[in-house]
């Protein structure tokens, strides 16, 4: 291989507040990955499609609520390496339609809004990664290893691994 034979997959998250300025997040339940921990509406970016487009399909899937691209603003960028490298791309919902709801009860058991200071226990890579750069950031971007993983999420991506094998 050489030097710039990386390949990525990309995911989308979406970060939508209420008026009251909280968060809305869902729980991960048979996904085979981070069951049990909390996310924002989020996918993986589908071939021939870009990241906001991605964002705008996976928030209506996953919650019902509608936006365009000029309601969408980029609010943090991760290169994640702690398994196969990903592309992570937070976008801030800045305007929207609808209730949220849940629209894929096979893959999320619980939604709600929360405050930033008071988020569940366990929170995806995602969430904390956006957190650590603060939510009301625009346009951060950061990196993550698993070392990084560890420091941030307080257990080790290969505990991870062993209770998605199960």
């Known amino acids: 291989m050489g030097e710039h034979d990386n390949t990525f997959r990309a995911a989308v998250f979406a970060f ?10 869902h729980r991960r339940q ?8 909390y996310d924002f509406p989020s996918g993986h970016v589908d071939e021939g499609e870009g990241f906001v487009a991605a964002a705008i399909r996976e928030l209506a899937e996953e ?3 509608q936006a365009t691209e000029e309601d969408l603003s980029l609010k943090h960028l991760d290169l994640n390496h702690t398994d196969f490298p ?3 791309v937070v976008f801030g919902v ?4 609808g209730e949220p709801r849940i629209m894929e009860p096979n893959k999320c058991d619980a939604m709600g809004f929360f405050a930033l200071d008071a988020l569940p226990e366990k929170c995806t890579l995602a969430v904390r990664y956006t957190e650590q750069a603060g939510f009301s950031s625009q346009g951060a971007t950061s990196y993550i290893d698993r070392d990084g993983f560890k420091r941030l ?3 080790d991506f290969r505990t991870l691994q062993s209770i998605r094998a199960k």
Request: aromatic share 12%; charged share 15%.
């Open 16 to 25: 939508v507040q209420d008026k009251q300025g909280r968060v809305l997040l």
């Open 30 to 37: 048979n996904t085979g990955y981070m069951d049990g921990y």
């Open 63 to 65: 919650t019902s609520l």
């Open 86 to 88: 990903y592309i992570n």
């Open 94 to 97: 800045n305007k929207w339609q």
């Open 153 to 155: 999420m307080g257990v």
